[in-house]
């Protein structure tokens, strides 16, 4: 699954998302699997979204690959085609592997220096990473 816009201004979903598509695949994560009804309903308890448009969006995540969708009978059944947290974590690779084409050595050197105020849990398993790195280069 290939996002193609990554939105560095945003916050969360909202970076690889437009604002109703975030809120959409936040609604299907938590909930597996959905109709376009029951997505509407559940947005228009923060505001009022038309059916259709709701519709439109589903789809297009079915076309961009996000999103699978089943029929039950005559009903349209949603769902993701990958969890949260592997989203998440395939766009990230993508990225990072991104920037180290295009940019090499300083995005490391940008990365490590962003890590001044992480967990020491974080810091000793990026060490094994790097450990394990060198072994498997020799």
Known sequence: MNIKNFKYDEVGLSRFFGPLEAKIMELLWNADELSIKDVQQRLEQDKPVNFNTVMTVMNRLVEKGILKKRLQGRLSLFQPVQSKDRFIEEQSKKITENLLDEFGGVVITHMLDAL??????????LEHKIQQLKQDKL
Do not use: G, W
């Not at 001044?116 to 398993?125: A, F, I, M, S, T």
């Open 116 to 125: 001044k105020d992480v967990d020491k849990n974080l810091l000793d398993e």
